[in-house]
């Protein structure tokens, strides 16, 4: 999980907040975790009843969370029997940008991002630059990782997530 609330930016306004100032959501979490999840599993299928068992998570908010993914093309589904989930593209092309602008709602780190906001120092202001500027460089260290580079200890994941080789879920021929 991507949490920023121990950066030393502004600790005074941090010290009257409750909880972390950036903070990915749980969507994006369970996202990324399930494509990793179907990459250590490679080249079976994973059942989602699997995945949700491994992170304690339910199926429901699971199929919630796959559905985006399906729809483009970061996951693929494989009905049947048999079925079950894989990636829908390499893991080393599918990056956690791609991921988290699928399962974020909005990116607005301050009012001022936001449509109809109505600070009077909209496009003069150097705090909408700054944070501008620092969400285009997390986008940028985000487009930089891929699904690959997170599942690349596959043996020592796949032990962690249970998985052994008479779980996975052999792809039915065609």
Known sequence: MF???TASVCSNARRHQKGPAV??????NYAIRTLVYCAVNEPGLSRVADIARAYNISELFLFKLIKPLVENGLLATVRGRHGGIKLGKKAEDITLLDTIRLTEENFALAECFEDGADCP???????????????????EVLAGYTIA??????????????????????????
């Open 23 to 28: 903070r990915l959501t749980r969507q994006s």
């Open 121 to 139: 120092l909209i496009g003069e202001c150097d705090l909408n630059s700054a944070l501008r500027e620092a969400l285009g460089a997390f986008f």
């Open 3 to 5: 949490d920023f609330s």
């Open 149 to 174: 580079d997170l599942a690349s200890k596959k043996r020592s994941i796949r032990d962690r997530l249970g998985l052994t080789a008479a779980e996975a879920v052999a792809e039915p021929l065609h």
